[in-house]
């Protein structure tokens, strides 16, 4: 299989292949991480990051990994990544750190990270897969932040808020108050809100795709192994 | 053993090396700066219970063990001006609707509350978790209370006859808190020489 352009792995890795609402990879710091708009772009951004360097790393050592041993060497190498950006963040983003710090470790058992090695990273030249990485990790926070988007303002009424906690003081200005206090449905800060907006997030993206006549692949075009 | 497993076993071996090595470094880069990090997060936290100004001693430098009445060592900072003690804090915990919550309570000599502060919970979003001081002013309302201020039955929520609110929606976080707090200034009674007298 060829290599894809770089143009179709941003294409892909964004939207049209997205980790949560086309793969339905990762659901468990889906569910966990978007009780608000902030918390799930920054839990995004984080498995990001380990999403690039794992890919990286795959991907130049990807001659030397055996079949038989490609499992562990990916695991090993996910949670090498993970622990390396808690104990950076720690040491030196340490706002952030509190904020996201008690779910960085679970980035280890998201599953997205893990299928872009064996579909993509274990196949492809550096390049491309350090992109797939990035793209895949931004895809997963768009969607992230989409559905903490949604959950926040109508759960809590609120939109961004503590965004200064996480990007710096600058971004004050974006936490909004979009209903009035007291006001939100408990309910969809809580797990089923979780359930119900990522489902419709889902369902969402494909009236979008179906609209502009695109074809409903599931697993899409270079996840299948 | 085969060379096809010795090959396989060579291989991971090799990677679990480097990625040790790897990581190890980083610790070792990262363990200072973690440590002085987690030391600013206590003396912020102690800020708040303790007013700044009120002592001139290393708080953290000079904090010490003691054991609560459940015999859990806890950690105790304690303020002094001029050799002088004028507060202590103290690590309470209580049992929330989601687990334990802990919390620093701030004591000066006479037994009055200088300040509490909620350190860590896992209460309900938008519910239990109005006990923050980010989220509501509901936790400076202990600030100046103390055992004989109300009486020791009134430090209750009210549904249970006492004289703190709860929470709409919320009775058991709140019922918590105070529980916590009134269990902390008895340790303070119990143990007020320990606490205030140096050795």
């Not at chain 1, 294409?11 to 991480?33: E, F, I, Q």
């Not at chain 2, 105070?178 to 269990?183: E, F, G, Q, Y």
Request: charged residues 20%; proline residues 4%; glycine residues 10%.
């Amino acid at each position: 299989m060829a290599t894809p352009s770089y143009s179709r792995i941003i294409k892909d890795g964004l939207w049209d292949n997205n980790g949560v609402l086309m793969m339905l990879l990762g659901m468990c710091p889906t569910m966990a991480m978007t009780t608000s708009a902030t918390n799930g772009f920054g839990m995004g951004l984080a498995t990001a990051v380990v999403m690039a360097l794992s890919n990286l790393l795959v991907a130049m050592f990807r001659n030397y990994i055996t079949q038989e041993v490609r499992i562990p060497v990916y695991i090993l190498i996910v949670a090498a990544m993970v622990t390396l950006v808690d104990l950076t963040m720690n040491a030196w983003m340490h706002e952030l750190y509190k904020v996201l710090g008690l779910f960085i470790p679970l980035i280890v058992s998201n599953c997205l990270p893990l299928a872009r090695l064996e579909a993509f990273a274990a196949k492809e030249p550096v390049l491309p897969s350090l992109m797939d990485g990035i793209f895949m990790g931004l895809g997963f926070t768009l969607a992230l932040t989409m559905i903490g988007a949604v959950r926040e303002v109508v759960g809590a009424g609120t939109l961004f808020a503590d965004a200064s906690l996480l990007l710096g003081p600058a971004f004050k200005v974006i936490e909004l108050r979009i209903l009035p206090e007291d006001t939100g449905v408990l309910m969809m800060v809580l797990p089923p809100g979780g359930f119900l907006v990522a489902g419709l997030m889902v369902v969402f993206k494909r009236m979008m795709d179906l609209r502009a006549g695109k074809e409903i692949s599931m697993g899409g075009a270079h996840c299948v192994g | 053993m085969s060379p096809r497993l010795m090959i396989h076993a060579v291989i991971l071996g090799v990677f679990c090396l480097g990625f040790g090595i790897m990581l190890a470094l980083t610790d070792m880069v990262t363990a200072k700066e973690i440590k002085l990090r987690a030391v600013e997060d206590t003396e912020n936290s102690l800020a708040k219970v303790i007013p700044p100004g009120s002592y001139d001693n290393n708080l953290v430098a000079e904090a010490f063990k003691m054991k609560n009445a459940e015999g859990k060592e806890i950690t105790v900072y304690r303020a002094t001006k001029g050799g002088k003690v004028t507060g202590v804090a103290y690590q309470i915990h209580g049992s929330g609707y989601a687990g334990e919550m802990r919390l620093m309570l701030g004591v000066d000599p006479q037994g009055n509350i200088l300040g509490v502060r909620v350190t860590a919970h896992k209460e309900t979003p938008g519910l239990g978790d109005k006990i923050e001081e980010k989220k509501g002013p509901w936790i400076t309302r202990f600030t100046g209370l103390s055992l004989g201020q109300p009486a020791v039955d009134k430090w209750k929520v009210k549904k249970d006859g006492g004289q703190f609110d709860q929470f709409a929606g919320a009775t058991i976080t709140p019922r918590g808190v105070v529980k916590a707090v009134r269990h902390g200034l008895e340790f303070f009674a119990a143990h007020k020489a320990e606490l205030l007298e140096k050795h």
